[in-house]
């Protein structure tokens, strides 16, 4: 079943390192949990397996070491028995709300002393929107490696972050192989960002989630070796970029709706558009004699003012006289005026953003 809640897990450090008998392995895992839905997420419990035991699909055999804490008071963590770990709310019913993120940190973990892959269970018992539903199951495969590995610890210093922030990639290294990172489409030579074995760079704004993979390749005994660690980076309300869009759920193209007011005294107002979208409205008037105009005047950025209008005038007068209904497209930074004049009438329009943002009022 697929998971209503989300799951990331970081390592330190990356890969593991096993015990040997000269040095314990000591690691911490980090298990960050986040709803990225629409709606609050009810969660009962989870619980994280780490595999007890000794051998290479193995974490460790002293589960008893372990300490289980959780950066969010409402929540809270216990170590069940044998390498079982539950993070539930303080509070039976507390949601989760969209967006939300809670860090389970495992720290003491001592590693068992074979190199192999583990599999970390992990199994929630929560709803989005509804009454609680039936335990998901999810997993994360772990690697241990030994003490002398090309490249180890390879983290951002933020797991998400907002959309156009950046992050500082490091990572612990031996000095000596080329090292390589590579996100979307780049590949960057990174062996200038490393000093005393230690790596560091920062990225460029970030405006979706995005994976980066660092490799360290060089030669050993005359064979290449070629050794890499993967992270990746979320971003919060990102810029998407896709073709074809089958959507399960609601689509909703508009933003919050927005009254803007219409002054009856002739008198204008500018905004200014912080995203695509539409103004709609109407004036009417309750005179014969009188016509009633409402103009909205856009200067889209780099082009020239288009002028859209419409009037109100009826020879019967009174409260039978039709509406002048008026529609305007805006794009994104464009200025807009608007101005109203007549006497003895009713107009109002309606913001409705394509994106994120109320019109602002604006002074040149």
């Not at 895992?29 to 619980?47: H, R």
């Not at 192989?177 to 979307?184: E, G, I, T």
């Not at 905004?271 to 004699?289: E, H, I, Q, W």
Request: contains cysteine; aromatic residues 6%; proline residues 8%.
């Amino acid at each position: 079943m697929t998971t209503v809640l989300g799951y990331r897990v970081h390592t330190s450090p990356s890969p593991l390192r096993i015990s040997t008998a000269a040095q314990e392995g000591r690691a911490t895992v980090e298990v960050v949990v986040t709803n990225d839905g629409p709606e609050p997420a009810v969660c009962e419990a989870v619980s994280v397996t780490l595999p007890s035991g000794t051998g290479r699909g193995s974490l460790t055999a002293r589960p008893e070491d372990i300490s289980a804490t959780v950066d969010d008071p409402a929540w809270a963590a216990e170590h069940r028995g044998g390498g079982v770990f539950a993070l539930r709310p303080a509070a039976p019913g507390t949601p989760l709300p969209p967006g939300g993120r809670i860090r389970l940190t495992l720290a003491g973990i001592v590693v068992d002393g074979v190199p192999g892959t583990v599999t970390m269970d992990i199994a929630e018992t929560a709803a989005a929107g509804g009454p609680v539903r039936s335990t998901a199951v999810t997993g994360a495969r772990l690697t241990k490696a030994a003490p002398d590995a090309l490249l180890e610890d390879f983290r951002p210093d933020r797991a998400g972050v907002s959309n156009g922030e950046t992050v500082t990639l490091t990572w612990k290294c031996r000095e000596g192989p080329d090292f390589d990172l590579f996100f979307d489409d780049q590949r960057i030579p990174v062996n200038g960002f490393i000093s005393d074995g230690n790596g560091s760079w920062t990225s460029h704004p970030l405006t979706r989630a995005t994976a980066f993979m660092l490799l360290a390749s060089t030669t050993e005994d005359g064979r290449p070796v070629t050794y890499g660690l993967t992270t990746a980076v979320t971003v919060d309300v990102p810029d998407l970029e896709v073709g074809d869009l089958d959507a399960n759920g609601t689509v909703r193209l508009f933003g919050q709706a927005q009254e803007i007011p219409v002054s009856t005294q002739s008198e204008a107002m500018t905004y200014f558009a912080d995203t695509d979208g539409v103004l709609t409205g109407y004036v009417k008037t309750t005179r014969t004699d009188v016509m009633a105009e409402l103009s909205v005047l856009v200067t889209p950025p780099g082009l020239r003012r288009q002028k859209f209008a419409t009037q109100s005038w009826d020879v019967r007068g009174g409260t039978d006289n039709q509406e002048a209904s008026l529609f305007v497209p805006v794009p994104k930074d464009a200025t807009i005026r608007v101005v109203s004049k007549g006497e003895d009438f009713t107009a109002s329009l309606t913001w409705f953003p394509l994106g994120t943002g109320p019109l602002r009022e604006y002074t040149p």
